[in-house]
């Protein structure tokens, strides 16, 4: 179960956040709208909300999941590939919310870069995708992270998308949303699968809570697909972030 989400409300300069999509740019009035509405979804999980206040200095500062990893026993702050995003993780008001909840605290020392968005939690085990913006060097200090408080991690090489759980989301009970290059990867082979099909794969980025399941809105093959699980499905419009690369996973840290 998850007890708390820290978030950080999208700034004005969202607008100039990186991208790889040919979307347009997000609409900051209504991303501020979503996220309004992505808060409240998730307080209906029961969970209790730490929402820090925007920071304009950094367009994607809202997508505070890459920030850090945080675990049952520690959190990990991580030392983000983008270079201009990199300043995120030292935020003053991000680390005085993580050592309210956390007596842990671990940090990524250069060389290492690693952003969590490619860390998937799987119990007490942690995928860690090797991308673009996450080295060998910051996935090994992570995994002697997680291995001094008891847990492990695993490497898996990416091709295609921007961050692990762009493509993957696990659902808990053995279950595993997979889209695209993940479909067929041996490496998740031992989980129940759920295929998203490829005009869908947006939809593979969806965040379990306390039993219920954050979903964007607009994929109703995966929407159906997930609800014959037997979860509980909440849909939040998520347009804008999407054009800026960004999903619902992006916007909370869970723990
Ligand atoms: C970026 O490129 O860093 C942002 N525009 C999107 C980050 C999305 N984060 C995530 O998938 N965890």
């Known amino acids: 179960m998850f007890k708390n989400?820290?978030?950080?409300?999208?700034?004005?300069?969202?607008?100039?956040?990186?991208?790889?999509?040919?979307?347009?740019?997000?609409d900051y009035e209504l991303a501020l709208k979503q996220h309004e509405a992505y808060i409240s979804a998730l307080e209906r999980c029961g969970v209790e909300i730490t929402l820090l206040e925007e920071n304009d200095s950094y367009p994607d500062s809202c997508f505070v999941e890459d920030v850090a990893l945080c675990t049952k026993k520690c959190a990990i702050i991580t030392r983000l590939g983008a270079p201009s995003?990199?300043?995120e993780a030292g935020l003053p008001d991000m680390k005085a919310a993580l050592e309210r909840f956390y007596e842990n605290i671990e940090v990524i020392k250069e060389p290492g870069t690693i952003e969590a968005g490619d860390i998937m939690m799987a119990e007490d085990h942690f995928y860690i995708g090797l991308s673009a913006r996450t080295n060998e060097e910051g996935a090994k200090q992570m995994i002697g992270f997680l291995e001094k408080y008891g847990m492990t991690g695993s490497v898996v090489a990416l091709a295609e998308v921007l961050h692990l759980k762009t493509g993957l989301a696990?659902?808990?009970?053995?279950?595993?949303?997979t889209a695209g290059e993940f479909v067929t990867k041996p490496d998740f082979a031992k989980y129940n699968r759920i295929e998203v099909p490829s005009f869908?794969?947006?939809?593979?980025?969806?965040i379990w809570v306390n039993g219920n399941v954050l979903m964007p809105a607009g994929y109703p093959i995966t929407q159906k697909a997930v609800e014959n699980l037997g979860y509980?499905?909440?849909?939040?419009?998520?347009?804008?972030?999407?054009?800026?690369?960004?999903?619902?996973?992006?916007?909370?840290l869970r723990f």
């Open 85 to 87: 995003r990199r300043g």
């Open 5 to 26: 989400i820290i978030a950080r409300k999208p700034c004005p300069s969202v607008t100039e956040g990186i991208t790889s999509a040919s979307l347009g740019k997000p």
């Open 170 to 177: 696990y659902l808990e009970n053995n279950n595993l949303l």
């Open 232 to 252: 509980n499905v909440i849909t939040v419009d998520t347009s804008e972030y999407r054009k800026i690369d960004g999903g619902l996973s992006c916007l909370s």
């Open 200 to 206: 869908e794969d947006y939809a593979a980025n969806c």
